[in-house]
């Protein structure tokens, strides 16, 4: 199969600009402070940014996995938590005035609860310093455990991504990563939260056929995800996984159509589309404001 190395025109993107995103770049720069947004060199960042919506990397910088897609530095033995960083992300989120915050993380497995409860208290002192910016969730598997600490934080969506299809999940994820757990995940924040949106995320142009990428979209809609991003994978550097395939943006707006039939409540489709883009727009408050508060059960996981 060719490789292809030549980028089209579809992904040019202007230079971000609006009085908003200045604004919060100055401040993160005062702040120190690194977002996913500026490390992942996000194309839309801008339009991000200048909606008042970031995404924060938590536990660390450190990957316990190694994806052959992510750029994401990786180790057996990352560094220790930081006990202070619930508290300073808080205080950045309210200093950069965000409305709506996405909170990632590494995996960590080298941790007993993957570093469930840490997430948790992220996005909890979120709530206690800026109580109206909505947090949303894009959570590890945490090897099929321990995610009812993450839903009693009571994000507005939890995030999990299946990354790809599942005949080329074993050669572009890690061997820890499995498609079918990342299904099982996803369904069982559906069955624990039900007022709780999921979402879940496909990059293509990987080598998957479009049978491939519809059996993946109706898979994430058999466990009840309901917003979706499919975008374009383009390579971090040459150790990662090369490009296959730049797919044209007509396919791009067929998958959109075809996961709107299918019952996604929203679809976000497009060659610089990434996980956390739209995110704010995804979300319908009114929804939020009528949603039940979720019960701090006691031990309520399954392993």
């Known amino acids: 199969m060719a490789i292809r190395t030549d980028k089209p025109s579809w992904l040019r993107v202007r230079l971000p600009g609006s009085p908003r995103y200045l604004r919060i770049r100055e401040r993160a720069k005062a702040l120190s402070l690194a977002t996913v947004c500026q ?25 316990t996995r190694g994806c052959r897609f992510c750029a994401v530095k990786t180790s057996r033995n990352p560094a220790a938590l930081d006990p202070d960083e619930p508290a300073h992300l808080a205080e950045a989120v309210a200093a950069m005035e965000l409305d709506y915050v996405v909170l990632t993380s590494v995996d960590r497995d080298d941790l007993e609860d993957g570093g469930s409860a840490q997430f948790a208290r992220c996005v909890e002192a979120i709530h206690e310093v800026r109580p109206a910016a909505r947090v949303e969730v894009l959570i590890p598997d945490y090897q099929g455990a321990r995610l009812q600490v993450v839903l009693d934080a009571r994000p507005v969506v939890l995030a999990h991504n299946l990354e790809t299809v599942e005949r080329l999940s074993p050669s572009v994820r890690d061997p820890r990563a499995d498609y079918r757990r990342s299904l099982a995940v996803l369904a069982e924040a559906r069955e624990r939260a039900p007022h709780i949106k999921t979402k879940s995320s496909i990059m293509v142009g990987l080598g998957e056929t479009l049978e491939e990428v519809e059996v993946a979209m109706r898979d994430l809609r058999a466990v009840g995800v309901d917003y979706l991003t499919l975008g374009q994978y383009l390579q971090p ?58 019960s701090h059960s006691a031990e309520t996981e399954r392993a």
């Open 39 to 63: 490390e992942a060199k996000c194309p839309n960042i801008g339009e991000c940014w200048g909606s008042g919506t970031a995404t924060f990397l938590v536990l660390g910088d450190t990957c």
């Open 237 to 294: 550097s040459r150790r990662h996984l090369e490009v296959v395939d730049f797919v044209r943006p007509e396919q791009f707006e067929a998958w959109a159509a075809l996961a709107l039939s299918l019952g996604f409540e929203d679809v976000a489709s497009g060659p610089l589309v990434r996980s956390s883009y739209r995110a704010h727009q995804m979300f319908h408050p009114a929804e939020d404001a009528a949603a039940p508060t979720p």
